[in-house]
């Protein structure tokens, strides 16, 4: 799918809060797709707290998935946890993932690898700069640990015309019960001309205990 071909109208293009958040429901939707999510958008007035919904097929089955989309100036608190915990309680067998353009707070991590519900966590930005610091930034950022919960300097809101990148990918303990053998890596490649990032959601066949790439990403400039 082309993003920016979806988001042709003009409300998408327009700045206000709702249109920001469909764009980057949008751009989400379209990031995930590449690492062999099945989604629709689902984001409206009645969508009771699911943005996005579809599968997520992988070597060995295929798995229910509800999403929600959080922009944000500041990376999310727990709140954001119990609020999917919610949504999912009306989802049964469903893993709900939460995609935020800020990323998520030490405390909102402490309480997504307590939850008893099935997550992922993702942090996917936008950016329209295609300069080689910009990838160092939000590598370097994304690495930063905050207890002060400021927000990240790298955000763009215009999702419209974005680039999506996807910083990382976390399962917490439900999650790996409900996909075993699913595992996230990240590589950081440092060139002389220009620093890149490969992030990898790996399978691991219980059986033979041999790993394949579901799907590999390679985000550079």
Not at 38 to 49: C, E, I, M, T, V
Request: some cysteine; overall charge positive; hydrophobic content about 35%.
């Amino acid at each position: 799918m082309n993003f920016t071909r979806s988001c042709c109208n003009a409300k998408c293009f327009s700045t206000s809060s709702v249109s920001i958040g469909r764009s980057y429901e949008l751009l989400s939707i379209d990031v995930l797709k590449k690492y062999c999510f099945d989604l629709l958008h689902r984001g409206s007035s009645g969508d009771k707290g699911v943005d996005f919904s579809g599968r997520w097929v992988l070597p060995m089955n295929t798995v229910p998935i509800i999403g929600q989309c959080k922009v944000s100036k500041k990376m999310l608190s727990p709140t954001v946890v119990r609020e999917l915990e919610g949504v999912l309680s009306h989802h049964a067998d469903h893993v709900g993932i939460l995609v935020a353009s800020r990323g998520f707070s030490s405390a909102a991590v402490e309480a997504f690898n307590w939850s008893s519900s099935p997550m992922m966590f993702c942090h996917i930005v936008g950016s329209k700069r295609k300069q080689p610091t910009i990838w160092k930034k939000l590598f370097e950022s994304e690495t930063e640990t905050s207890d002060n919960n400021k927000a990240a300097p790298v955000a763009n809101n215009d999702f419209s015309s974005s680039i999506g990148i996807l910083l990382s990918c976390l399962l917490n303990s439900k999650a790996q019960k409900i996909m075993p053998g699913v595992s996230v890596a990240k590589r950081h490649i440092l060139g002389k001309y220009r620093h890149k990032m490969i992030v990898e959601i790996l399978y691991t066949s219980v059986d033979c205990h041999k790993t394949n790439a579901v799907r590999t990403v390679r985000i550079r400039q």
